[in-house]
């Protein structure tokens, strides 16, 4: 498969003034197969893209429309980079004008709407989607992408969390009723919006835990691990942390082994024909500053004192593979393109 093709992709962003949204057209600006044309925001309908985003001048030639004169239901996909409870209001129009629809907020990601209204706060609008919906991991649903209409964008914790054990869950290689993932993320996790935790003063020179009595990603990392485990049970507990940076994300994930196996191998097997997970070599500490900008994750795997306890190590950047970058990769896969397609990003350094 090429990235040329015979016709351009139509795109449309719902909700283009995040750091998602703004990812999403920094990323399709150098997609040869796919052209924005609609980008929309109720508070800034009418200003140019590239009078927000600078760094979009020379690139995006559009100014943000209104949702109601948008033109979305012309476009061959739309991404929703929108708050949760957005798309699920929004997404059946869409559909029912055969649009394809990618949402990288929650509202698709769980199958069980009593336990996404218990998380987010809110009843779901669209629970005959919910079934509809393919769950947009490629690495466990690549084929399923290809044919869905409606793609649940996986979230940022658990891309790192899901794709360091599911080798280790898959292979049945672990006990799974105690799994750990300690995780931390930059700033930009929290969105782009005026919020006092946020603020240089508040996030700079400090480190902290948040959401360790329940985060909402808690559950969709423990739907994909029951996928992978084919119905055996998964005791998770996640605890993520805010770090003073404003990209990336570090998953420190411990599991006790049931039985011997060459880890290093299990890895790169697994991962083997992936294009956007690279298993690092046996010894390797990854950093986020090695996924900077790109749709990587970047993985090492370690038995420390050749013990019983599995330590992985997941780097991804949040708005990329955690978000943006996955999104566009979801949509090669839905439109029959090379899945690396607009998203040959060297990472950035320093």
């Not at 800034?44 to 209104?66: N, P, T, W, Y």
């Not at 399923?144 to 209409?149: E, F, L, Q």
């Not at 914790?157 to 009723?177: K, M, R």
Request: aromatic content about 6%.
């Amino acid at each position: 498969m090429s990235c040329l093709g015979d016709d351009m992709i139509k795109v449309g962003i719902v909700g283009g003034t995040g750091y998602t949204g703004v990812e999403l057209l920094r990323l399709l600006a150098g997609h040869d197969q796919a052209r924005v044309v609609s980008v929309t925001s109720r508070q800034e309908a009418g200003m140019r893209v590239d009078q927000m985003f600078q760094s979009l001048r020379g690139h995006i030639d559009l100014s943000f429309s209104s949702p109601d004169q948008s033109g979305l239901e012309d476009c061959d996909v739309v991404f929703f980079a929108t708050p949760n409870g957005v798309a699920m209001r929004e997404a059946a129009r869409l559909l029912d004008a055969g649009v394809r629809v990618i949402d990288l907020s929650a509202d698709f990601r769980l199958s069980d709407v009593d336990e996404w209204s218990k998380w987010y706060g809110m009843t779901h609008a669209s629970a005959d989607l919910v079934a509809q919906a393919v769950y947009g991991l490629p690495e466990v649903n690549r084929e399923a992408i290809k044919s869905a209409r409606l793609v649940a964008n996986p979230g940022c914790y658990p891309t790192a969390t899901q794709l360091g054990f599911l080798p280790l869950i898959e292979a049945g290689l672990v006990d799974a009723s105690s799994l750990i993932a300690d995780c931390k993320s930059g700033v930009s996790g929290a969105g782009r919006k005026a919020e006092v935790g946020a603020l240089l003063p508040e996030a700079g020179d400090s480190f902290k835990a948040y959401g360790v009595a329940g985060h909402r990603h808690l559950p969709e990392i423990r739907q994909g691990l029951l996928r992978a485990a084919a119905g055996g049970e998964i005791g998770l507990t996640f605890v993520p942390h805010l770090t003073p940076m404003i990209r990336g994300i570090h998953a420190t994930l411990y599991a006790r082994l049931t039985r011997e196996v060459d880890l290093q191998a299990l890895y790169q097997q697994r991962y083997a024909d992936e294009p956007f997970v690279d298993v690092m070599p046996a010894g390797s500490l990854p950093e986020t500053r090695s996924v900077r900008g790109a749709n990587l994750c970047r993985l090492a795997v370690y038995r420390p004192q050749g013990g019983d306890v599995v330590v992985v190590l997941s780097v991804i950047d949040n708005l990329v593979k955690g978000a943006a970058g996955q999104a566009v990769q979801n949509m090669n896969l839905m439109f029959g393109l090379e899945e690396s397609c607009g998203l040959r990003v060297v990472p950035l350094l320093p």
